[in-house]
């Protein structure tokens, strides 16, 4: 094979995933490492990719890239929704849940909102969260208890944010809290672009008594501007695809629970 003919294949590679690894290429296509990192050099110099710390990524994921709530729900529907079907059986008739923003979470408050709910022996599901299409979405559901918190709205994420709705968030102690992420990593851990998203993340990952995590696998071996959760503070991913072996590998030893739909 030509190295223009395999760099080709590469670049397909990266738009398809989002991201390679150097050791997947130089199996997938039975050459050295060196000859890799060579390939990746050359498609960097023609802006197809972008290089990363043991492979390469779309040239166009920035680490402050970030798109709308509304873009983002078009985006990978069929995935996001196996996803927040596996996240609906987790959530019980009562107690409390967190629901953060994001695409996936509001998924979740989809199903949640046609789920035949009605309040369990021990009261209503108390639903808590700082989104408002995902409030919207469940204000009239019956058996939920809606709690909003507030602060300053975000427009690209229709979330609340601010000092205001950090100081809610640990003022709380759900039983699971839902919590989307930008980026999962092995190294960096969960990730967001934005700093005020990313604490209020953190301070939703620190309140909960279990932190269940939904991330299309577009996000996983990502790593975007601020880290706001470690691996460790997981306790479960719930995603559409197997992680890389190494993000395997780093959520076993964080004792993450991965879930894949």
């Known amino acids: 094979m030509f190295a223009e003919e395999r760099q080709q294949l590469i670049s397909g590679l990266v738009g398809e995933r989002g991201r390679v690894s150097v050791t997947e290429l130089a199996d997938r296509f039975s050459i050295t490492t060196e000859t890799v990192r060579r390939d990746l050099a050359a498609l960097e110099t023609e802006g197809k990719v972008r290089r990363v710390h043991g492979g390469a990524v779309s040239s166009d994921r920035l680490s402050t890239r970030e ?3 509304f873009e983002r729900t078009i985006q990978r529907k069929l995935e996001k929704l196996r996803i927040a079907d596996a996240a609906l059986a987790m959530i019980p008739e009562s107690g409390s849940i967190l629901l953060d923003a994001g695409s996936s979470t509001e998924t979740l408050a989809e199903v949640l909102a046609q789920r035949n709910t009605t309040a369990g022996p021990d009261g209503e599901l108390v639903v808590i969260t700082h989104a408002i299409p995902i409030a919207g979405k469940l204000s009239n559901t019956p058996g939920i208890a809606l709690q909003i918190l507030g602060g300053r709205v975000r427009g690209l994420t229709q979330a609340a944010v601010g000092q ?9 102690r759900p039983d699971i809290a839902f919590v989307g992420a930008n980026g999962i990593h092995p190294g960096f851990g969960l990730s ?8 209020v993340k953190a301070a939703f990952v620190k309140s909960a008594r279990r932190v269940v995590v939904l ?6 071996d990502a790593e ?4 706001f959760a470690a691996l460790k503070d997981v306790d479960t991913l719930i995603t559409d695809n197997t992680p890389s072996a190494e993000l395997s590998a780093a959520l076993a030893d964080a004792g993450v629970d991965v879930v894949i739909v």
Request: glycine share 0%.
């Open 164 to 172: 205001a709705t950090v100081e809610a968030a640990y003022k709380l």
């Open 215 to 220: 991330a299309d696998s577009s996000k996983l």
């Open 67 to 69: 798109e709308s709530i």
């Open 192 to 199: 967001t672009p934005d700093p005020e998203e990313a604490a």
């Open 224 to 227: 975007t501007l601020v880290q």
